[in-house]
């Protein structure tokens, strides 16, 4: 059956029924409030729950079982451990074993690691994904080899889905690196300690069944509790949940590449110069090489003005902690930690705060901290010449990368894409982006190592600018300049099969992405 | 048969392989494994039929595997196998871009100069953005013995199709004879400048300047920068320096030169010392530029500025860079501080008002400034002024 499509507020097509629902296209920025009340799941009562408060039960199959673990359900899981995670592969080999069918995997993000996934996409145990679909799944997505469409959501998209009820989630399966019997639990301690949990708390609130497996139970009470045991049906001791070493991945490492380097230098440069860097401005950096580096410069120019930041949006990692150390931040509200550095400042420094989609990207909360931030820095693979940006997919149209908080963060005061403008033949300033994740208006500038293009509504930038000597171009002269260097690329084979959407942070669908002729 | 050229692997970027497969009396075939193929395999393919053809090849299996290499890297690659395969010495040669055909005077300033390895296409590309006063592609050091004739032709592509951004076009050829050849892919395609490795005696300029005069058909501009690096070098610098007028510059490489003394070498740089004053000295007196070796720490940014001022001091007009990142500190180490800039303007102010009063005698408030001052603060003016350091307009500020 062909999907019907229509056309959004940003001009994509995208298909009014997805997975047997019906969607609401993008309508525009800050345009689509829904007015219902917030979903809840069932009431639950004390009097069907342990009365010494012990929920232990003897393994992870036991109290999927006992969650009722049955056909069509959406099972949730998290990606504290980043590729180290030991939980969700798990989970769908005991729902295979049980035999059961079609079920959703609502995932916060996807690693290599869950490629083992795969066989159950084929053999039907998995419906489909909804959520981020990194390297090998997004490829199998892309060629149209999974049942289902991928639904993309950024990580505040996720916390509205599920505040909103458009996920129900039926199981919700917390790998916690420490726990009690109660099911109070938390990410800071343990052997296999991950920092925070915080991309687990709509699940635990929501879900209908809360199942928390750790591999290290202390008597009750778990203190500090991140997640409260008070939403928990089930807890389950496991040999192992997860690999803490592979929750630093190989994007948190400074970049030794002479052309990121560069462009790193030119933002930081960018940013001094046109004033956002003040005493008491926040910032927010990803975990690429180049996003590193730039915290680098950062560092450098506080020390060297004496100023200080009132805090750090993260994305915590060794870097981030030693400008807290070092007093150059007050604060680091802390969103998941990329390395093992930022776990130990969590646990010791009351400064380092852990926080939570809720609090930082929830478009229905009454506000969140994203909006508060002076500056932040963010990747993409595509930039277009409306400024609009790309990060799941690839000129090759393979989806290849989940959202993160990419498009929650677009909602900060300045929004900076340093992106090469060419990686090796692939240009990255393109006449359009192949898949719109973010809206152009929200993109504030762009540095490459060929110049940087201010968008035209920041007069502001753009004045200031002017009075440097920094390299400023129009994003037209940037996409040329890319062109005739890499020659003009052909447009990539793509077949009419919607094999995934991109939700828009209010829910909506902002575009689709299609099947690639293989 | 099989013949094959370029690199493969996983880590290999912006490159490609090519492999030429006898086939005798099958149509000529292309295999194209890429990473761009969904955006670029149809110019790609059109490109190795463009060249089958420019060779007259039939009857093979080409195999491509590309990580992304542009144009110039492709056919480069591309032009080696089909020269193995047919054994012909014919080149295919890219128009050369309207911006990549400036001049620059010989005396021009070189405070920082880039070494490019002469076989990595993907440093190539970039390598004019990082504001070097030179461009070295390198074909000597960084290049293995198998891979110089690959990398020849990937320095004459990317001297005909990279933009360099204004900066002056150097390679650094091997040492004789093969230096001669090398000569052969870069002279017709505007290099400004040749560095000549190991350089030990005036004979091996004027071999290459005989060379150079006979590939451009006595229409030579190219200018010539001997490399010194050994003890005799030093002992015969002066010599050296004055072998041809194309010399614009002499350079130490201190790498080999310590190794000829038998000696390690050292941050303090006492074992070198007398050979970088005896460069400094002997092209001073040929009326060309010293210039210092380059500085193998490039994690430290104050350590490479640190080395600059000092060989400044010493009297060398610039050094080498191994790393982009060095640039922008050897750039700032070999230009004037802010403070000789306004020292340098206070007199030069002086000394116009001087003229325009027909004063011999410069003066600032009742202190004489001699003649060698002036001059050197004319100098600094105007290194500031041609390095962006200070506005033309610079006068209007101590107006009033």
């Known amino acids: ?42 009431i639950s009562s004390c009097a069907d729950f342990p009365a010494d408060g012990n929920k232990l039960v003897s393994s992870l199959k036991v109290a999927l079982v006992k969650a009722g673990l049955a056909d069509g359900m959406t099972i949730s899981t998290h990606h504290h451990f980043r590729n180290g995670d030991l939980i969700a592969n798990q989970v769908f080999d005991i729902a295979k074993e049980l035999g059961v069918k079609n079920l959703v995997w609502f995932p916060s993000a996807s690693f290599p690691c869950h490629e083992h996934l795969i066989p159950y996409l084929e053999d039907g145990t998995i419906h489909h994904v909804e959520g981020s679909m990194n390297g090998p799944l997004g490829r199998f997505a892309s060629e149209g080899k999974m049942k289902g469409m991928a639904v993309l959501r950024s990580h505040g998209g996720r916390y509205q889905a599920i505040q909103d009820g458009e996920v129900k989630i039926d199981i919700a399966v917390i790998a916690a690196p420490t726990a009690d019997f109660f099911g109070n ?10 920092g925070l949990l915080g991309f687990a708390l709509a699940d635990s609130q929501y879900a209908e069944k809360v199942i928390v497996a750790t591999d290290n139970l202390v008597p009750f009470p778990c203190v500090p509790w991140q997640i409260q045991g008070n939403y928990v049906d089930y807890v389950v001791q496991v040999e192992k949940i997860g690999i803490p070493e592979k929750i630093v991945s190989g994007t948190t490492r400074i970049t030794k590449s002479p052309d990121r380097l560069y462009i790193a230098r030119l933002t930081a440069e960018f940013c001094n110069a046109t004033g956002l860097i003040y005493d008491g401005f926040s910032f927010q950096v990803g975990a690429g090489g180049t996003s590193l580096s730039i915290g680098l410069y950062f560092q450098d120019i506080l020390r060297k003005t004496g100023r200080k930041a009132r805090f750090i949006r993260a994305g915590s990692n060794k870097y981030a902690v030693k400008m807290l150390e070092e007093g150059l931040t007050d604060y680091i509200l802390d969103g998941q930690t990329f390395d093992l550095e930022g776990v130990r400042s969590m646990r010791e420094n009351a400064n380092h705060v852990n926080t939570s989609p809720f609090t930082s990207y929830n478009y229905h909360g009454k506000g969140n901290f994203a909006q508060l931030v002076d500056v932040v820095i963010l990747g993409a693979t595509e930039v277009d010449l409306n400024f609009n940006a790309n990060v799941v997919t690839h000129s090759d149209g393979y989806m290849l990368h989940g959202i993160g908080g990419w498009q929650n963060c677009l909602f900060s005061k300045c929004v900076i894409l340093p992106v090469p403008l060419f990686r090796d033949r692939i240009p ?88 690639v002729k293989t | ?130 504001g070097s006063d030179a461009i070295i592609l390198d074909l000597e050091d960084s290049v293995s013995p198998e891979k110089k004739e690959e990398a020849r032709i990937l320095v004459r592509n990317a001297l005909c199709q990279i933009d360099f951004k204004g900066a002056e076009r ?231």
């Open chain 2, 1 to 130: 048969m099989k013949v094959s050229s370029g690199k493969r692997g996983d880590v290999v970027r912006a490159d490609c392989f090519v492999e030429v497969i006898n086939r005798p009396g099958s149509p000529n075939k292309i295999v194209l494994k890429s990473k761009v193929k969904a955006l670029f395999g149809k110019s790609i393919e059109e490109l190795v039929q463009k060249m089958l053809a420019f060779y007259e090849i039939n009857g093979v299996e080409v195999l491509v595997e590309d990580s992304g290499a542009l144009p110039f890297a492709l056919a480069a690659r591309i032009e080696k196998a089909f020269q193995k395969y047919s054994r012909s010495s014919k080149q295919f040669v890219f128009d050369m871009l309207p911006e990549n055909q400036y001049t620059i005077p010989g005396n021009r300033y070189r405070r920082s100069r880039l070494y490019i390895p002469g076989n990595n296409p993907k440093m190539m590309v970039n390598a004019g953005i990082y």
């Open chain 1, 185 to 194: 639990a938390t990410g800071d301690r343990g052997d296999a300690a991950c």
């Open chain 2, 170 to 400: 150097m390679v650094r050829i091997n040492q004789l004879p093969a230096g001669l050849t090398d000569l052969e892919y870069i002279v017709p395609y505007n290099v400004h400048t040749v560095l000549i490795p190991k350089c030990e005696l005036p004979e091996q300029v004027i071999q290459v300047a005989e060379k150079i005069q006979q590939i451009s058909a006595g229409n030579n501009s190219v200018y010539l920068m001997p490399i010194i690096e050994s003890a005799l070098g030093v002992e015969k610098a002066y010599q050296i320096a004055t072998a041809s007028p194309s010399i614009v510059a002499l350079a130490i490489g201190l790498e080999d030169y310590t190794a000829d003394l038998g000696v390690q070498r050292t941050t303090q740089a006492t074992e070198s010392f007398y050979a970088r004053s005896r460069i400094v000295n002997a092209a001073r007196a040929a009326g060309i530029q010293p210039i210092d070796s380059v500085f193998s720490d490039f994690e430290n940014g104050e350590k490479v500025l640190n080395a600059a001022h000092e060989s400044k001091a010493m009297g060398f007009a610039g050094m080498g860079c191994i790393h982009p990142v060095q640039v922008e500190w050897v750039n700032r180490g070999f230009s004037p501080s802010g403070k000789e800039i306004e020292k340098a303007q206070k007199i030069v102010l002086a000394f116009e008002k001087a003229q325009k009063e027909g004063r011999a005698v410069v003066a600032i408030g009742s202190k004489m400034v001699d003649p060698p001052v002036v001059k050197r603060a004319l100098k600094t003016v105007n290194d500031a002024l041609v390095f962006g350091l200070i506005e033309k307009e610079w006068r209007s500020l101590y107006e009033n």
């Open chain 1, 428 to 515: 990255v300033v393109v006449d359009e982006v192949t898949t719109l994740c973010g809206p152009g208006e929200l993109i504030d500038v762009i540095v490459t190592e060929r110049g940087i293009a201010i968008n035209p509504k920041r007069i502001d930038l753009i004045e200031k600018a002017k009075r440097t000597n920094l390299p400023v171009r129009t994003i037209r002269e940037l996409k040329e300049e890319a062109e005739k260097i890499c020659g003009q690329p052909e447009k990539p084979t793509l077949t009419d099969k919607i094999i995934g959407v991109v939700k828009w942070v209010d829910g909506t669908v902002i575009d689709s992405i299609k099947q």
């Open chain 1, 1 to 42: 059956m062909k999907t019907k499509l229509i056309q959004n507020a940003a001009g994509r097509w995208v298909p009014e029924i997805v997975n047997g629902r019906q969607t609401i296209p993008f309508k525009g920025v800050g345009k689509y409030k829904p007015t219902a009340k917030k979903y809840a799941p069932a």
